[in-house]
């Protein structure tokens, strides 16, 4: 999310779709016990998403509660106040408790929660990661998210060639340990040697607050007034930054590409805040993750790797209805 809340060139042509290989949080629940074996009807699923209120998250929940319902599962689904392991892992702990058939979740972190998830695994659980995922290969009997490198690459050169490939740019991002984000600053940052006229400034976190990503841009515009390019890696940071540079009075001047698209994040496209979004598929990692578990408890092929499409989404070809419809959902 990060939501909390993940996961791009050819990022400004209008209507580019980026198929990456393989198959993307409205809050619900439904009790009952853990199904019989024999087939996907009744058995009983559990959903923990990074951030909750998170519209990347409500849209992989709405579309897994969906196809959940279709399939005769026993459906649930809460997410963390904030991305955070100390507010996770109780969610985890009380899903555990439960002794549900499947789990769909957005680990906050790459390794502390791996010991509660191997546990969950050993008592029967099938696993599914969604978005982020856990060094632990041994975690999950199927993984499906962006290809978050490739993405930061993609928005590397779209931000480049907005930026005249030349200036300072800056990354600002989440937090270290996350999944998807350090693989969106890998490839972005490896991508932008490519431009040795586009100084790279130092990496800047903001734990997720939107409030500290504008902070942060305002200190690195009044620090470095030739910034002309930033990366954000998730939603609220890009949410961040378009607040900071409009109160700064440089939306427009400082280019902006950002991870997703959220309603926010889509009125700041609208308005010229933003100028490049990578929008990732929840919807499907959702629905896939679903399917996964069905084929793992009727005893069918499971992909253990599973990459979702994302779509570049500019100014000029938003309104166009095979890009729109990655627009995430604010409930389902």
């Known amino acids: 999310m990060l939501s909390i809340r993940s996961r791009r060139s050819a990022l400004v042509a209008a209507g580019t779709v980026l198929a990456l290989t393989g198959a993307a949080a409205c809050s619900s629940s439904s009790g009952g016990g853990s199904g019989s074996s024999g087939g996907a009807a009744h058995k009983k699923v559990r959903l923990i998403t990074g951030v909750k209120s998170d519209p990347f998250y409500i849209t992989m929940t709405c579309a897994a509660k969906t196809e959940a319902k279709a399939k005769g599962m026993d459906f649930g689904a809460d997410g963390s106040a904030q991305w955070d392991v100390s507010v996770q892992r109780p969610l985890l702990d009380s899903v555990a408790a439960s002794r549900p058939d499947g789990l769909m979740i957005s680990p906050v972190d790459t390794s502390a929660l791996t010991p509660s998830l191997k546990q969950i695994q050993s008592a029967g659980t099938k696993v599914a990661l969604v978005d982020t995922t856990v060094t632990d290969d041994s975690i999950g009997v199927t993984r499906i998210s962006s290809d978050n490198e490739k993405g930061g690459r993609v928005a590397a050169d779209a931000l480049a060639k907005l930026m005249g490939e030349k200036g300072s740019a800056i990354v600002i991002s989440v937090k270290p340990g996350v999944s998807t984000t350090d693989a969106r600053i890998k490839g972005f940052t490896e991508e932008m040697k490519k431009y040795p006229k586009i100084k790279m400034l130092p990496t800047l976190y903001d734990n997720d607050l939107p409030a500290t990503a504008a902070s942060q841009i305002q200190s690195t515009l009044a620090a470095h007034p030739d910034l002309g390019g930033v990366f954000a ?100």
């Open 233 to 332: 890696g998730n939603t609220n940071t890009g949410q961040g930054i378009a607040t900071g540079l409009k109160q700064a009075g440089k939306q427009g001047a400082v280019k902006v590409a950002a991870f997703d698209a959220e309603p926010d994040e889509i009125a700041s496209l609208k308005a010229g805040t933003l100028q490049v979004l990578v929008a990732q598929d929840p919807a499907a990692i959702g629905r896939e993750a679903v399917d996964q578990l069905a084929a793992a408890f009727e005893g069918k092929s499971v992909q253990k790797s599973i990459g979702t499409n994302m779509v570049a989404i500019t100014k000029a070809n938003m309104n166009d209805p095979s890009v729109s419809k990655y627009f995430y959902k604010s409930g389902c």
